[in-house]
């Protein structure tokens, strides 16, 4: 019983693992990475709203 146990696990890996090299990997995309979307030149700029908190 424990053999075919053991051999059933062994085949689900084997298949596990050759589904997992034939599927597309995923593409993991960054911060910054949304197309369209652009910034304001002075994005970094100081805000006055807090300047009494830079003082």
Do not use: C, N
């Amino acid at each position: 019983m424990l053999h075919e146990l053991w051999d059933y696990l062994k085949q689900l890996k084997s298949k596990t693992a050759e589904t997992a090299s034939a599927t597309k990997p995923v593409v993991r995309r960054g911060y910054g990475s949304v197309p369209g979307i652009v910034l304001a030149d002075d994005f970094d700029a100081p805000l006055a709203d807090f300047a009494h908190l830079m003082a």
